[in-house]
């Protein structure tokens, strides 16, 4: 029987002025095993943890209980306490009467009952605790950053400058992201590749990064520290070493009807290709699914061509396998599709835009070599329209929710910059509200309106239509007036609303890390570790985490870079010790943990066991601890209760449940 | 049934295997049992007919730790939950000469006493070698007959498929039996409310006198020590204590079961209670169906089973059921 004692904290008023502390003192005096509690103002302040050394030492005292806030925020405190106590810091068990309790109820009897309930459990579960041993593990000093946009580019070069070995895998053929496909940047209105290219050339050059491009992870194992990741080096059919990159193959290519992804669709390209004049590595790649080589075997016109002899189109996929200390997801994000929004006319114009391709247009090595034109008949428009939130802000399901937060800041910069260049084009602009909180934001879109005469029109868009005439009429509504607008434009152009880049999914998967409804990845405190994933070792940099723009992703990226830096720079980890361990005895050695261990934890030994006399070999799981991350998939898998967890063992969690219904 | 016989005699003789698996006849002319033959002499007790529904798979567990290997004879319906227990590595494949012998449904003898016939004395027409399509029954009230198709056991009406999916030879005609949809019952349990559906399975799980059949004989039921036997747990104790605890016995079974079952309907047919104890397993197999796409537990030894294997593609607990 241990002998346990229960702290009951105030929490000031946070948990007393909902909860009954001295009821719950009182009820706890009662339950088996417990032979002191107390209360006090402030469990985790100072002298509340030396009450907790006082009882163990007079009390002669075997387990705790802390009823406190949730044990994300203490529990490592009290195990501490406990370890100078001279505890196991196993033996400290919270009961969460803050979070789960006091914060959601109002009524104070309910609240104390389920308070008592909640304690209940705790002490019934540490009845059943055992002392757990800590392990250690080694950590690999390097890091992985999975995207090669801004937010990969800088946590890349913040991690490598402390000395860290860095690789970046970027899936397409050069680093950059979507800001190398940005015009201009606001609220400086500087050139986005002007910024962009030195990071690039810097995070190339650099000694301590390698860069995968053209690249993807195909598989990632092991846990925080100790991380295997294949990567897939994709067939290139160009050998990067001899490339020069003059890229006559380009030209000469007869294959010239892909569609340019870099150009969003705007025009067409080669099939083999670099994206964009900056790319890194300057090395083009064959489109194998629009290369006429591959397709039927005739033409390597650019095997022909090539003066380096770089052109291989035997060239295979190749997986290299790289062990990271830390890995940072920078997978950045993309416009949504506008299949649900039809009322635009954008899959019926092609003068109905997206802000993306605008950029493209705007931007001197764009399809329009710079020049404002329609896409239709490449006439310069007259009358242009911004709807804002196009998908954003979205009440019903047909788009998202959230604010993409960086809409009102660039469709002020287009409006501007059209006006800027083309005084004699009207810019009229349709808003929800315009959203500016950020340094110089304000008076950025203030300048459109006041110094570039921007039409702001507060009040949505129902329809854009194409007329016969070629134009756009576009018919919305104005609030402020309270009247309907039918205005008949040249280009309409859509804020449309960015989503995290879809193969995050995959990514998300591969590392166990969380993603909420909207597939952003969730951070392991939204206010206190906005940079850090729930899953050790995994942090976050850029909009895969939510909508951000330039300023702030680099900022996060360089938050994130500095807590990967902060794991790589320590020699060993403490494993935690909570880990599975199968009872020999009752293991039918079906397998079926193994196959469900996401760790790859559990191996399975032919071994002799003594079962009660009876001397056999058997098929028994044994489980690598240093691997298992007592996630207990295993446990509730195994028919015969063979496989627990320490620290949460079948019978610590059927004891907690029969407490709470007692 | 002779030529069975004849054969495991000469793979005995032949020193292929060393025991036979099979049938003898029990106290009573329609309760064949399963039984170990060691000796050619032993067979003459072997038996198999229309009463034959015991699943023989689970014995192999024991007899893959013998010496020798086994000749087992296996209906089509039983080489599922063999290969199901060798994709869990409780059966040796090497220690197991199996034989698939032809299924022309097997019959039931409470739907017999259902139909009014008391008092059997001997059962004609259910022989592997006869049509099976009329049974003679003596009784010691007079003579009568009953159509074998109305008197099978309910698992053979919405029967798998007679094709083994294992054997190293095959013997016996079989004859198609499956007049229903396999999961008629269940859509039917589901169309109900909630309501009904506590009532009805409350009802039916009153019965049960937990005499623990039900597991002894399913070949998913396999576990070394059952968490209801072992005294690490605290669920034997919990589930003597009160009724419902006593119906969670079901529930558990049903959940350790889920994705290994492979419907076998041995539960249903050894309940001295008569509870429809299938149902349940049949509700996950549905489900796991509707979820993750058609899976026959046993069917393909390489097969990933759904409930412990993830693909990307897999439906997110929280997308709503297609």
Not at chain 1, 205 to 232: C, L, M, P, Q, W
Not at chain 1, 389 to 408: A, H, L
């Amino acid at each position: 029987m241990q002998r346990i004692g229960v702290f009951v904290c105030h929490c000031g008023s946070n948990i007393a002025a909902t909860v009954d502390v001295k009821k719950v003192v009182e009820m706890m005096k009662k339950e088996p095993g417990v032979c002191h509690a107390e209360d006090y103002p402030y469990m985790c302040s100072e002298a509340g943890q030396m009450k907790i050394l006082e009882a163990v030492k007079e009390h002669h005292l075997t387990g705790v209980v802390v009823c406190s806030c949730s044990p994300r925020m203490h529990e490592a405190t009290f195990r501490k306490a406990a370890e100078r106590a001279g505890l196991n810091p196993y033996m400290v068990e919270i009961a969460n009467i803050r979070e789960h309790c006091s914060w959601i109820h109002k009524d104070m009897e309910e609240a104390t009952e389920k308070a008592v309930i909640l304690a209940r459990a705790a002490v019934a579960k540490v009845n059943l605790n055992t002392p757990l041993q800590a392990g250690e593990s080694r950590v690999t000093k390097r890091a992985l950053v999975i995207g090669g946009g801004i937010a990969g580019i800088q946590t890349a070069i913040d991690i490598a400058d402390a000395g860290y070995e860095v690789d970046i895998v970027e899936k397409t053929p050069s680093i950059g992201g979507r800001m190398s496909q940005l015009d201009k940047t606001f609220p400086t209105l500087d050139c986005s590749a002007c910024i962009l290219t030195p990071k690039m050339v810097e995070a190339a050059a650099h000694e301590k990064i390698n860069i995968y491009t053209y690249s993807e992870v195909d598989k990632v194992t092991g846990f925080v520290g100790d991380f295997t990741v294949d990567i897939r080096k994709k067939a290139r059919s160009v050998n990067s070493d001899k490339c020069t990159g003059c890229g006559v193959c380009q030209e000469k290519c007869p294959s010239k009807k892909s569609l340019n992804e870099f150009n969003r669709g705007l025009n067409t390209r080669s099939a083999i290709y670099t994206p964009f004049a900056q790319a890194i590595p300057n090395v083009p790649v064959i489109d194998r699914d629009a290369c006429i080589k591959f397709k039927t075997g005739k033409c390597g016109v650019c095997e022909k061509v090539c003066q380096a002899g770089a052109i291989d189109y035997a060239q295979q996929d190749e997986i290299i396998t790289e062990k990271y200390g830390a890995i940072v997801v920078a997978t950045g994000f993309d416009t949504i599709k506008l299949d649900n929004y039809d009322e635009y006319a954008y899959n019926q114009s092609k003068d109905v835009i997206t802000s993306l391709e605008l950029e493209r247009i705007m931007n001197a090595a764009g399809p329009t070599k710079g020049h404002l034109e329609r896409l239709s008949d490449g006439k310069a428009p007259k009358e242009m329209v911004f709807i804002q939130c196009v998908g954003s802000r979205c009440s019903d399901n047909r788009g998202k929710s959230y604010c993409s937060k960086i809409c009102c800041m660039y469709t002020a910069k287009h409006a501007m910059l059209i006006r800027d260049k083309y005084p004699d084009v009207n810019v009229t602009v349709f808003y929800i509200d315009v959203r500016t909180p950020g340094k110089n934001f304000d008076e950025f879109y203030r300048r459109a309106v006041e110094e570039y005469g921007v039409n702001y029109v507060k009040g949505q868009v129902g329809k854009v239509a194409p007329l016969p005439n070629g134009k756009l009429l576009v018919q919305g509504s104005d609030l402020l007036d309270n009247k309907q607008i039918l205005k008949e434009a040249d280009m309409v152009v859509l804020a449309t609303a960015i989503e995290p880049e879809a193969s995050v999914r995959k990514i998300a998967t591969m590392l166990t890390a969380s993603i909420d409804t909207n597939n952003f990845l969730t951070e392991a405190h939204p206010k206190l570790r906005p940079v850090e994933s729930p899953t050790a070792g995994v942090f976050l940099s850029g909009v895969c985490q939510g909508p951000k723009d330039i300023p702030e992703t680099v900022a996060q990226a360089g938050a994130a870079a500095v807590k990967a830096i902060g794991l790589l720079a320590k020699d060993k980890l403490t494993t935690n010790p909570c880990t599975a361990k199968p009872d020999e005895l009752l293991c039918n050695g079906c397998s079926q943990c193994a196959n469900v261990c996401p760790y790859g934890a559990i191996t399975y030994l032919d071994k002799e066991v003594n079962d009660h006399g009876i001397r056999e070999t058997r098929r028994i799981a044994q489980v690598n601890s240093a691997l298992c991350q007592g996630c207990g998939a295993c446990t509730v898998t195994c028919p015969s209760g063979a496989m627990d967890l320490q620290g949460f063992s079948n019978r610590q969690i059927i004891a907690e449940v029969d407490a709470i219904c007692r | 049934m002779q030529e069975l016989v004849t054969r495991a005699k000469e793979l005995l003789k032949d020193g292929t295997v060393t025991r036979v698996l099979g049938w003898k006849n029990g106290d009573l002319s329609y309760n064949p049992e399963p039984a170990f033959f060691e000796t050619e002499e032993a067979l003459s007790d072997f038996v198999y007919n229309g009463f034959c529904g015991a699943n023989l798979s689970k014995y192999m567990i024991e007899a893959s730790k013998k010496e020798g290997k086994t000749l087992v004879f296996l209906k089509p319906c039983d080489s599922y939950s063999f290969n199901q227990l060798l994709k869990e590595h409780r059966v040796d494949r090497e220690k197991a000469y199996i034989i698939g012998v032809g299924c022309k449904g097997k019959l039931d003898i409470e739907a017999i006493k259902k139909q009014g016939i008391k008092g059997i004395e001997t059962i004609k027409g259910a022989e592997m070698t006869d049509a099976c399509d009329t049974l003679e029954i003596s009784t010691i009230y007079g003579d009568k007959t009953v159509s074998y198709d109305d008197v099978m056991l309910s698992r053979c009406y919405s029967c798998k498929g007679k094709e083994h999916v294992i054997f190293d030879e095959q013997m016996l005609e079989s004859r198609d039996t499956a007049t229903k949809g396999r999961f008629d019952e269940v859509e039917a349990i589901e169309k109900m409310s909630p309501e009904e559906k506590f009532e009805f399975f409350r009802k039916e799980l009153s019965k049960c006198i937990r005499c623990n059949a039900c597991r002894n004989v399913c070949p998913a039921c396999s576990c070394r020590k059952c968490v209801f036997d072992s005294n690490k747990f605290d669920s034997a104790q919990k589930a003597n204590v009160d009724t419902f605890q006593e119906n969670m016995f079901h529930i558990i079974r049903a959940f350790h079961v889920a994705g290994r079952c492979t419907d076998c309907g041995e539960c249903s047919r050894v309940c001295p209670q008569g509870i429809p104890l299938h149902l349940f397993n049949r509700k996950f197999i549905k489900d796991i169906n509707e979820f993750y796409g058609d899976y026959v537990a046993g069917e393909d030894i390489d097969a990933e089973a759904p409930l412990t294997h993830f693909e990307f593609t897999d439906r997110e607990p929280n997308e709503e059921r297609g």
